[in-house]
């Protein structure tokens, strides 16, 4: 990984570093400032400013008491009737708690919870709590901002309080450390010291070494065929005798690693492309650091796919080209075919857009983290460090889905003293990536403060951008599950785009929504028009269901604009070289 104290600079051989003696005593002297100003203290204290919204639903339960006190007689009455049913379960009876419990909890497999009246109780406490606490918080007033954040809160506290992730109240921890000898308590709190002192206190997810990105992932065959100081393209090898005249060019996030499009043999969309006769190049964005602290989108624009088309055109010879684009990739692809259009050039040819905001009205979960004090102080952590922290958004995420990607894992590396099994998507949700801080705070307001780029106002490399101008074909597919890009807000996103537009529904989520091969599980929803539904539901209630994955509905798609067949073109040109072998060096942290 690279050094936030190191500068890189791009060389006609490649990356190499310097390093910068002064960004050290700068760092230190803002570190002291910081902790003489109060706003800079608040920032660092509550970055997500909980705060606030704390105080707000404290003084609407003074000033309304009575939704706290129903709730507090409610839940007394209801804990005494889980006492009185888990003691009759003690005496041998099949007494029923107050408590629906799921049917379906894999948290809560184990038999004991069922058969042992005092695993039985907590578990009826703990969803009595949750369910009162819920409806508290639903009866007190708040401010929308208030209300997501207390949400969310709520949430949490809910996930953190379930007597499974407790070693007090946990019996398949007491089994464990029984059959082991006592082995797993010690394995448990080796891993709890190793993840505090290596991981900020938040348990591992995977184990370093087990996947090596050029080999088990990012492993499809290709050559980096350009370089600039935010990117490197990469041009993939012909794996059919004859491809597309069209090519395809794919545009990550650079919020994460690329490879996620390109994850491990069977499970990458860029293999399945090229497999299909398709020439792919893809995007990927360099780790920044401070010297990038001054980037802003309208330079991603330029030097990301903007200069990528020229490349590709270069060496392919091609007049038009196809993006496929991923999130907030999609969001630059979108923006981008709305600057190109702005300016009379039509070199876009189709563009596919996976799990992507364009309307930011209804963010989601990432509401909790976008209003405007939580973006204010986040402006205020960056220029401390010229970046927002990979660890950050990595946390970000991870509390977003606690139970999966945190007390999953507080469960099984903690309590039961295991190493977390391998798995490809959290080796590559492990490998974070920073954000520079002017391109970070300007995609936040841009975005999620003032959704400039639907209603027309957002402005980049100097053009208005218009997505009513962008014309092209587009296939928009999202996910049921998403909870970074909700299906119902990218549904009203491609509303505003211009041209005929084929929207499908997975039934994955956010990443597994791009990591989607043919599997006996997969299934969508399609539905295709110049005129869709203006209501999401409306077009559910119509679409027609699929039992195949949303990568067998594009691939023809996205042949029949893709041109006829032809001899595949050369791995770079004259004019842009091989540089190395994918996955190159920046996905590397070099």
């Given at each position: 990984m690279s050094n936030p104290h190191e500068e890189l600079i791009v060389t006609p051989t490649g990356p190499t570093r310097t390093v910068d003696p002064g960004a050290v005593a700068r760092r230190a002297l803002t570190e002291v400032r910081d902790l003489l100003d109060p706003e800079a203290l608040a920032a660092r204290v509550d970055p997500v400013a909980f705060g606030g919204a704390l105080r707000e639903a404290a003084r609407a339960l003074v000033a309304s008491p009575g939704p706290a006190v129903r709730s507090a007689v409610g839940l007394t009455a209801d804990a005494s009737r889980a006492t009185l049913a888990a003691f009759s379960r003690g005496l041998g009876g099949h007494g029923e708690g107050p408590a629906p419990l799921p049917e379906k909890d894999r948290r809560y497999a184990d038999p004991a919870w069922e058969g042992n009246a005092y695993y039985y109780l907590l578990r009826q406490q703990h969803a009595l709590f949750a369910e009162h606490l819920r409806a508290l918080s639903a009866d007190v007033e708040l401010s929308p901002t208030s209300r997501r954040k207390i949400d969310f809160l709520v949430g949490q506290v809910v996930e953190a309080t379930s007597p499974v992730n407790w070693p007090w109240s946990n019996p398949t921890m007491l089994k464990k450390a029984l059959e082991t000898g006592g082995h797993s308590l010690l394995r448990g709190a080796r891993n709890v010291l190793r993840d505090t002192v290596g991981s900020a206190g938040m348990p591992r997810q995977t184990t370093p070494g087990e996947f090596e990105v050029g080999r088990d992932l990012a492993a499809t065959p290709g050559s980096v065929v350009y370089r600039n100081r935010l990117v490197e393209l990469i041009q993939y090898a012909p794996q059919t005798e004859r491809v597309h005249e069209i090519p395809l060019l794919l545009s990550p996030p650079w919020i994460n690693k690329y490879y996620i499009m390109d994850l491990a043999p069977g499970k990458s969309l860029v293999e399945w492309a090229v497999?299909?006769?398709?020439?792919?190049?893809?995007?990927?964005?360099?780790?920044?650091?401070?010297?990038?602290?001054?980037?802003?989108?309208?330079?991603?624009?330029?030097?990301?796919?903007?200069?990528?088309?020229?490349?590709?055109?270069?060496?392919?010879?091609?007049?038009?080209?196809?993006?496929?684009?991923?999130?907030?990739?999609?969001?630059?692809?979108?923006?981008?075919?709305?600057?190109?259009?702005?300016?009379?050039?039509?070199?876009?040819?189709?563009?596919?857009?996976?799990?992507?905001?364009?309307?930011?009205?209804?963010?989601?979960?990432?509401?909790?983290?976008?209003?405007?004090?939580?973006?204010?102080?986040?402006?205020?952590?960056?220029?401390?460090?010229?970046?927002?922290?990979?660890?950050?958004?990595?946390?970000?995420?991870?509390?977003?889905?606690?139970?999966?990607?945190?007390?999953?894992?507080?469960?099984?590396?903690?309590?039961?003293?295991?190493?977390?099994?391998?798995?490809?998507?959290?080796?590559?949700?492990?490998?974070?990536?920073?954000?520079?801080?002017?391109?970070?705070?300007?995609?936040?307001?841009?975005?999620?403060?003032?959704?400039?780029?639907?209603?027309?106002?957002?402005?980049?490399?100097?053009?208005?951008?218009?997505?009513?101008?962008?014309?092209?074909?587009?296939?928009?597919?999202?996910?049921?599950?998403?909870?970074?890009?909700?299906?119902?807000?990218?549904?009203?996103?491609?509303?505003?785009?211009?041209?005929?537009?084929?929207?499908?529904?997975?039934?994955?989520?956010?990443?597994?929504?791009?990591?989607?091969?043919?599997?006996?599980?997969?299934?969508?929803?399609?539905?295709?028009?110049?005129?869709?539904?203006?209501?999401?539901?409306?077009?559910?209630?119509?679409?027609?269901?699929?039992r195949a994955s949303w990568w067998e509905d594009w691939t023809p798609w996205i042949a029949e604009r893709a041109g006829e067949q032809q001899e595949p073109p050369r791995i770079g040109s004259d004019a842009h070289p091989v540089l190395g072998a994918a996955p190159g060096t920046y996905v590397l942290g070099e």
């Amino acid at each position: 990984m690279s050094n936030p104290h190191e500068e890189l600079i791009v060389t006609p051989t490649g990356p190499t570093r310097t390093v910068d003696p002064g960004a050290v005593a700068r760092r230190a002297l803002t570190e002291v400032r910081d902790l003489l100003d109060p706003e800079a203290l608040a920032a660092r204290v509550d970055p997500v400013a909980f705060g606030g919204a704390l105080r707000e639903a404290a003084r609407a339960l003074v000033a309304s008491p009575g939704p706290a006190v129903r709730s507090a007689v409610g839940l007394t009455a209801d804990a005494s009737r889980a006492t009185l049913a888990a003691f009759s379960r003690g005496l041998g009876g099949h007494g029923e708690g107050p408590a629906p419990l799921p049917e379906k909890d894999r948290r809560y497999a184990d038999p004991a919870w069922e058969g042992n009246a005092y695993y039985y109780l907590l578990r009826q406490q703990h969803a009595l709590f949750a369910e009162h606490l819920r409806a508290l918080s639903a009866d007190v007033e708040l401010s929308p901002t208030s209300r997501r954040k207390i949400d969310f809160l709520v949430g949490q506290v809910v996930e953190a309080t379930s007597p499974v992730n407790w070693p007090w109240s946990n019996p398949t921890m007491l089994k464990k450390a029984l059959e082991t000898g006592g082995h797993s308590l010690l394995r448990g709190a080796r891993n709890v010291l190793r993840d505090t002192v290596g991981s900020a206190g938040m348990p591992r997810q995977t184990t370093p070494g087990e996947f090596e990105v050029g080999r088990d992932l990012a492993a499809t065959p290709g050559s980096v065929v350009y370089r600039n100081r935010l990117v490197e393209l990469i041009q993939y090898a012909p794996q059919t005798e004859r491809v597309h005249e069209i090519p395809l060019l794919l545009s990550p996030p650079w919020i994460n690693k690329y490879y996620i499009m390109d994850l491990a043999p069977g499970k990458s969309l860029v293999e399945w492309a090229v497999q299909h006769g398709h020439t792919v190049f893809v995007l990927s964005y360099r780790d920044p650091d401070e010297s990038l602290r001054d980037v802003t989108m309208s330079d991603y624009l330029r030097e990301g796919p903007l200069a990528a088309l020229d490349v590709v055109q270069e060496i392919t010879g091609a007049e038009k080209v196809n993006v496929a684009a991923l999130c907030l990739g999609g969001t630059l692809a979108a923006a981008t075919a709305a600057w190109l259009a702005a300016r009379g050039d039509d070199r876009i040819n189709s563009i596919t857009l996976m799990n992507t905001l364009l309307d930011f009205t209804e963010p989601g979960m990432l509401g909790v983290f976008t209003d405007e004090t939580t973006v204010a102080r986040l402006e205020r952590s960056m220029r401390r460090t010229g970046y927002l922290p990979a660890s950050s958004m990595k946390t970000t995420f991870d509390l977003l889905r606690a139970t999966d990607l945190v007390w999953n894992y507080v469960i099984n590396d903690w309590l039961l003293g295991e190493e977390p099994a391998a798995f490809d998507m959290l080796a590559w949700n492990a490998d974070s990536t920073r954000m520079p801080a002017a391109m970070q705070a300007e995609y936040l307001r841009s975005c999620y403060l003032e959704n400039r780029l639907v209603e027309g106002k957002m402005e980049l490399a100097g053009e208005r951008l218009d997505l009513g101008a962008v014309t092209q074909d587009a296939y928009v597919v999202s996910a049921e599950a998403d909870h970074i890009a909700p299906w119902r807000s990218v549904y009203s996103g491609l509303r505003h785009l211009g041209g005929t537009v084929r929207f499908v529904l997975s039934n994955s989520g956010h990443i597994a929504g791009v990591v989607n091969p043919p599997s006996p599980k997969s299934r969508h929803w399609f539905g295709e028009g110049a005129e869709l539904p203006a209501r999401a539901d409306d077009w559910r209630e119509d679409a027609g269901e699929h039992r195949a994955s949303w990568w067998e509905d594009w691939t023809p798609w996205i042949a029949e604009r893709a041109g006829e067949q032809q001899e595949p073109p050369r791995i770079g040109s004259d004019a842009h070289p091989v540089l190395g072998a994918a996955p190159g060096t920046y996905v590397l942290g070099e």
